[in-house]
């Protein structure tokens, strides 16, 4: 019998990785606490919940300014310095895990769904052209890209409802609804599916599932989410 995807963890007590000590606290909406005094994070803007004074708050220029500029995606994410802790929350029920990156390793996260990071992380994009067109109505999406280049480091992503993860042996494969998945191993491989289904004279609707074939993890998130991308 093939596994089933587990549930990840959804709290944390003074876990350090990386160089980095962060908590995980809530039920129906979660808050991610980080010390930055030995490792600065850069997050998203507008998640901001409380911070110490001694904290201080800067604006980090992400790589590829002008081709981010056309796509549509953030030229900015925020970033901490400074001496203490700082407390982020979106503003949404969901589910916040901490994907721990060895040097080397590279996520792959669907789109608005990064929440924070250590500075030893990357942050690109890639653009995902035409699955939109059949699922949202727009000429792609954008996968975000996280490559731990500087060492070992602390990615955490947002998910809505429970976040279970999947881990697919070589060859093996899932079936995961457009909005339900959350983040892939770069080994991963995705590619969508569309079934026509039908019933006589009753006409028909299409089926679209994204297809994911190991090796590697996948994310799946319980609450499906789509968001209205365009070109």
Same mark, same amino acid.
């Given at each position: 019998?093939?596994?089933?995807?587990?549930?990840?963890?959804?709290?944390?007590? @003074?876990?350090?990785?990386?160089?980095?000590?962060?908590?995980?606290? !809530?039920?129906?909406?979660?808050?991610?606490?980080?010390?930055?005094?030995?490792?600065?994070?850069?997050?998203?803007?507008?998640?901001?919940?409380? /911070?110490?004074?001694?904290?201080?708050?800067?604006? $980090?220029?992400?790589?590829?300014?002008?081709?981010?500029? +056309?796509?549509?995606?953030?030229?900015?994410?925020?970033?901490?310095?400074?001496?203490?802790?700082?407390?982020?929350?979106?503003?949404?029920?969901?589910?916040?895990? #901490?994907?721990?990156?060895?040097?080397?390793?590279?996520?792959?996260?669907?789109?608005?769904?990064?929440?924070?990071?250590? @500075?030893?992380? &990357?942050?690109?994009?890639?653009? +995902?052209?035409?699955?939109?067109?059949?699922?949202?109505? %727009?000429?792609?999406?954008?996968? &975000? /890209?996280?490559? @731990?280049?500087?060492? &070992? %480091?602390?990615?955490?992503?947002?998910?809505?409802?429970?976040?279970?993860?999947?881990?697919? $042996?070589?060859?093996?494969?899932?079936?995961?609804?457009?909005?339900?998945?959350?983040? $892939?191993? #770069?080994?991963?491989?995705?590619?969508?599916?569309?079934?026509?289904?039908?019933? !006589?004279?009753?006409?028909?609707?299409?089926?679209?599932?994204?297809?994911?074939? %190991?090796?590697?993890?996948?994310?799946?998130?319980?609450?499906?989410?789509?968001? #209205?991308?365009?070109?």
């Amino acid at each position: 019998m093939a596994e089933l995807p587990r549930l990840m963890p959804s709290s944390a007590e @003074s876990e350090t990785f990386g160089g980095v000590t962060y908590h995980l606290g !809530g039920e129906l909406v979660p808050v991610l606490t980080v010390d930055v005094l030995y490792a600065s994070v850069y997050f998203e803007h507008h998640i901001l919940l409380w /911070k110490h004074p001694t904290v201080n708050i800067g604006l $980090k220029p992400m790589p590829g300014a002008l081709k981010r500029m +056309v796509a549509g995606m953030q030229v900015f994410v925020t970033e901490t310095s400074g001496d203490g802790m700082i407390a982020f929350s979106r503003d949404g029920a969901g589910h916040i895990l #901490a994907m721990h990156m060895e040097k080397g390793r590279e996520l792959h996260v669907r789109e608005h769904q990064f929440l924070a990071a250590t @500075s030893s992380i &990357d942050y690109s994009f890639e653009r +995902v052209k035409g699955v939109a067109n059949m699922m949202f109505g %727009g000429t792609g999406f954008f996968i &975000d /890209k996280f490559h @731990s280049h500087a060492g &070992d %480091g602390v990615l955490w992503l947002h998910g809505y409802g429970n976040v279970f993860e999947k881990v697919l $042996k070589p060859g093996e494969s899932i079936d995961i609804e457009p909005g339900g998945w959350l983040y $892939k191993d #770069a080994s991963v491989r995705m590619e969508t599916r569309v079934d026509r289904l039908t019933s !006589g004279l009753l006409g028909g609707m299409n089926l679209i599932l994204n297809r994911f074939t %190991g090796p590697g993890r996948v994310g799946i998130q319980s609450m499906y989410m789509h968001y #209205a991308t365009g070109g």
